[in-house]
Nanobody
Framework: QVQLTESGGGLVQAGGSLRLSCAAS????????MGWFRQAPGKEREFVAA????????YYADSVKGRFTISRDNAKNTVLLQMNSLKPEDTAVYYC?????????????????WGQGTQVTVSS
């Protein structure tokens, strides 16, 4: 079955960096659009970044644009989220998601598969 496993979360000071990784199995990874979402305590899950099957198209939430970078390695079935200049408001559980699609997907309801999430905590 399809499995998405996030890693790389942790505790970091404001201004620091983290790199999240999502390893996918059980699917033809190179035919899937991938996305990152996050959910802060008491808030709804929100879109962070998305990438097309080829990696040629990316989208970002305005709140992370210029600070976060999404990328993928189809040979390794992995999608990455490089997070720089982190802020306390970036604190959340981060989830990766997958959907069989040739297009970029930014709506969480359109994603088929989800990981369990990894906690990111940014201290001030």
């Amino acid at each position: 079955q399809v499995q998405l496993t996030e890693s790389g979360g942790g505790l970091v000071q404001a201004g620091g960096s983290l790199r999240l990784s999502c390893a996918a199995s059980g699917l033809s990874f190179s035919t899937y659009a991938m996305g990152w979402f996050r959910q802060a305590p008491g808030k709804e899950r929100e879109f962070v970044a998305a990438i097309s099957w080829s990696g040629g198209t990316t989208y970002y939430a305005d709140s992370v644009k210029g600070r976060f970078t999404i990328s993928r390695d189809n040979a390794k079935n992995t999608v990455l989220l490089q997070m720089n200049s982190l802020k306390p408001e970036d604190t959340a559980v981060y989830y990766c998601a997958a959907r069989l699609s040739l297009k970029v997907i930014t709506t969480q309801g359109d994603y088929r598969y989800w990981g369990q999430g990894t906690q990111v905590t940014v201290s001030s």
